[in-house]
């Protein structure tokens, strides 16, 4: 009977997400209009979320959500965090569950330890979801080399960590240049560590498959995107390889491939490297063909150029 209230309970905030419980992705079609508009409104989201106006960023999300397009796992996240942090525990809970319900394979080992979801602890829907997700963890990973999987949480980690510390010192405290060097010193550090920890895992295992270490995989693009010229031309195959096997977003290597060619004076294809203007805009690095960028970039799950700019530029 708890199991049978706690289905209908999501039903409805599936409802209040803009989706249909019974029919959760055969509406997500051909929505072009939708979708630019959607991905404008998570773009605005985003925004107010940084300069933490959480109350606006919570309002943007929910515009985003009811326009009837699948919202994206991550957003359905990040919709959460912005109604948390402005008091709206409801809604923070019913992004939460709606990604939990239109979305079979999430979980979070680190979701307790998400300072922005600090203030749902207290209440009985937090250990429902944590048990939910800790559930799926347990069923899911059943045949996880859990060794590797470690290894490359840990290798992830320490890439994103100083990251975040760096960026967050940039925008607290701009006149502290000892606190930013320290980061940014620690930054290097943890890449140089983690690039001989990736590099071992590509040339003992080759790309290591989601079927035993789940999402954990993204680490080896995160450490690898920003090493060397010769690394990434080295290993771009085995990215190629994963994402036409769906392990690996089809952006991510288009990202990879434009820098190689900026790196080499070529012209990119995708335009996802971008260069400041004499006005301080942003735009794209010299582009192969602007006629067909955005044919390009849609073959490669990218949006079209000027609403990629107009994002970037909005930041």
């Known amino acids: 009977m708890k199991i049978k209230r ?23 079609g051909n929505q072009q209009d939708s ?29 985003a959500f009811s326009l009837g397009v699948k919202p994206v796992d991550k957003h359905l996240y990040n919709g959460a965090c912005a109604a948390a942090l402005s008091g709206d525990e409801g809604t923070a809970f019913n992004r939460l569950f709606a990604r939990v319900q239109l979305y079979p394979q999430w979980y979070s080992d ?25 559930a799926r963890k347990t069923f899911i990973e059943r045949n996880y080399d859990h060794a590797l999987k470690d290894r490359l ?11 975040h510390a760096y960026l967050a010192a940039l925008r ?3 006149q502290d240049t000892l606190l930013i060097k320290t980061r940014l010193v620690e930054m ?20 290591p498959s989601s079927e035993i270490v789940g999402g954990s995989n993204f680490a080896i693009w995160e450490v690898i995107q920003h090493t060397s010229l010769e690394a990434i031309e080295k290993y771009l195959p085995l990215f190629h390889n994963a994402a036409a096997n769906g392990e690996l977003n089809k952006s991510f290597v288009a990202m990879m491939e434009d820098r190689c060619d900026m790196w080499r004076n070529r012209p ?48």
């Open 6 to 28: 706690l289905m209908v309970w999501i039903a409805g905030i599936l409802i209040t997400c803009g989706v249909s419980a019974n029919n959760k992705t055969a509406e997500y």
């Open 35 to 63: 979708t630019t508009i959607y991905n404008t409104l998570i773009s605005k989201a985003d925004s107010c979320y940084m300069k933490q106006n959480f109350e606006l960023a919570s309002m943007f999300f929910d515009k």
């Open 110 to 134: 680190q979701i307790n330890q998400d300072r922005d979801l600090l203030s749902l602890h207290t209440s009985p829907k937090w250990e429902i979801l944590c048990d939910t997700l800790q």
């Open 153 to 163: 949480d840990s290798i992830h980690y320490r890439d994103q960590t100083p990251r």
């Open 172 to 174: 607290s405290v701009p």
């Open 188 to 207: 290097q550090r943890n890449d140089s560590i983690n690039q001989i920890e990736v590099f071992d895992i590509l040339d003992s295992y080759g790309w």
């Open 268 to 315: 990119q294809k995708y335009g996802t490297q971008l260069i400041r203007n004499d006005n301080g805009e942003s735009v794209p690095y010299a582009l192969l063909d602007p006629e067909k960028v955005d044919t390009w970039r849609k073959e490669m799950e990218l949006p079209p150029l000027q609403e990629y700019l107009e994002q970037m530029n909005r930041r």
